[in-house]
Nanobody, 122 residues
Framework: VQLQASGGGLVTVGGSLTLSCAAS????????MGWFRQAPGKEREFVAT????????YYADFVNGRFTISRDNAKRMVWLQMRNLEPEDTAIYYC????????????????WGQGTQVTVSS
């Protein structure tokens, strides 16, 4: 199983980034896919998730309309489009897979990628 996240980087406040996640080694179409993040000294927190079909998407309150999660089952890809980034968004962002569901609970997720660093400078 592999979840290869990419697309992180350094941006200034108000900037945009799109994170990508390439999945392999499991039945991608049967899994909800999520993004979590972890800032230094903080616990890993939910960002967004999308159901296996892509028909339903859920976001953390702090997203406030700034991020969009999407997936393409044929390509086995998940994306997180982020705009209007703030310094508080600085964290390592992880792509993750949950069998059958798409929840905000970190313990429900089965597979995790290595993460990609997002840094927002003020």
């Amino acid at each position: 199983v592999q979840l290869q996240a990419s697309g992180g980087g350094l941006v200034t406040v108000g900037g945009s980034l799109t994170l990508s996640c390439a999945a392999s080694g499991f039945a991608f179409g049967n899994y909800g896919m999520g993004w979590f993040r972890q800032a230094p000294g903080k616990e890993r927190e939910f960002v967004a998730t999308v159901t296996w079909s892509g028909s339903s998407k859920y976001y953390a309150d702090f997203v406030n309309g700034r991020f969009t999660i999407s997936r393409d089952n044929a390509k086995r890809m998940v994306w997180l489009q982020m705009r209007n980034l703030e310094p508080e968004d600085t964290a390592i962002y992880y792509c993750t897979a949950e069998k059958g569901l798409a929840t905000k609970y970190v313990d429900n997720y089965h597979y995790w990628g290595q993460g990609t660093q997002v840094t927002v400078s003020s």
